[in-house]
């Protein structure tokens, strides 16, 4: 394992956000090892840094700028959130390599617990039964990634009704839970995506 691995369980979106930034500077300055935030934040939605503010259709829960890549999204209790700070060039990883490992590591994550999933040509994000499961939303900076992806495993989907998810009209959105139609505890997810990231990098 070349990376730190920090579970915050359950924290705001904006406290979380302030860890993985100074996360990154201290990578950046070599006093630390590459570190792998894991979280489920309270109800918020995000906006990228290109994203659609009409996106957002009815602002129940509270509304964060980012620098992230992507459109809108919700996160909440229930659903899993990876921050990954990775130095990629000491890994010697360009950004596309990154995402398609990233895509792997949730689909093989997915398939432990009987989940066929995909990735659309056109879309982002993790696919399953034509509904998405997971979002993908990074950035780059100084070869040092912060954001992630988040996974839904137990996720309250209603706060996707109320935006247009990721950009993406008419997406249906979809969670580990209502897939199997059975409650999975959260940390077998956990324990699942680390494995594969210790596979993958």
């Given at each position: 394992?070349l990376?730190?691995?920090?579970?915050?369980?359950?924290?705001n979106?904006?406290?979380?956000?302030?860890?993985?930034q100074?996360?990154r500077?201290?990578?950046?300055?070599?006093?630390?090892?590459?570190?792998?935030?894991?979280?489920?934040?309270?109800?918020?939605y995000?906006?990228g840094?290109?994203?659609n503010?009409?996106?957002?259709?009815?602002d129940?829960?509270n509304?964060?700028q980012?620098d992230?890549?992507?459109?809108?999204t919700?996160?909440g209790?229930?659903?899993?959130?990876?921050?990954?700070i990775?130095?990629l060039?000491?890994k010697?990883?360009?950004?596309?390599?990154?995402?398609?490992?990233?895509?792997?590591?949730?689909?093989?994550?997915?398939?432990d617990?009987k989940?066929?999933?995909?990735v659309?040509?056109?879309?982002?994000?993790?696919?399953?039964?034509?509904?998405?499961?997971?979002?993908?939303?990074?950035?780059?900076?100084?070869?040092i990634?912060?954001?992630?992806?988040?996974i839904?495993?137990?996720?309250?989907?209603?706060?996707?009704?109320?935006?247009?998810s990721?950009?993406?009209?008419g997406?249906?959105?979809?969670s580990?839970?209502?897939?199997?139609?059975?409650?999975?505890?959260?940390?077998?997810?956990?324990?699942?995506?680390?494995?594969?990231?210790?596979?993958?990098?």
């Amino acid at each position: 394992m070349l990376f730190k691995i920090q579970d915050l369980q359950q924290l705001n979106y904006n406290d979380t956000l302030k860890i993985q930034q100074d996360l990154r500077e201290q990578i950046a300055l070599n006093k630390l090892d590459d570190s792998l935030i894991i979280v489920e934040h309270d109800h918020v939605y995000t906006l990228g840094k290109n994203a659609n503010p009409n996106n957002i259709l009815n602002d129940n829960c509270n509304i964060v700028q980012t620098d992230r890549g992507g459109d809108v999204t919700y996160h909440g209790p229930g659903q899993l959130v990876i921050y990954p700070i990775f130095n990629l060039k000491k890994k010697n990883i360009g950004v596309k390599t990154y995402i398609k490992k990233i895509e792997e590591i949730i689909q093989l994550t997915l398939a432990d617990f009987k989940i066929d999933s995909h990735v659309p040509f056109k879309e982002t994000g993790v696919w399953a039964n034509n509904k998405k499961i997971a979002s993908i939303g990074i950035h780059v900076s100084r070869g040092i990634t912060m954001h992630g992806f988040a996974i839904n495993v137990a996720t309250d989907l209603s706060y996707f009704d109320h935006i247009v998810s990721c950009g993406i009209e008419g997406v249906k959105m979809t969670s580990v839970e209502k897939e199997l139609e059975k409650k999975i505890p959260m940390n077998d997810i956990k324990t699942a995506v680390i494995k594969y990231f210790n596979q993958q990098f």
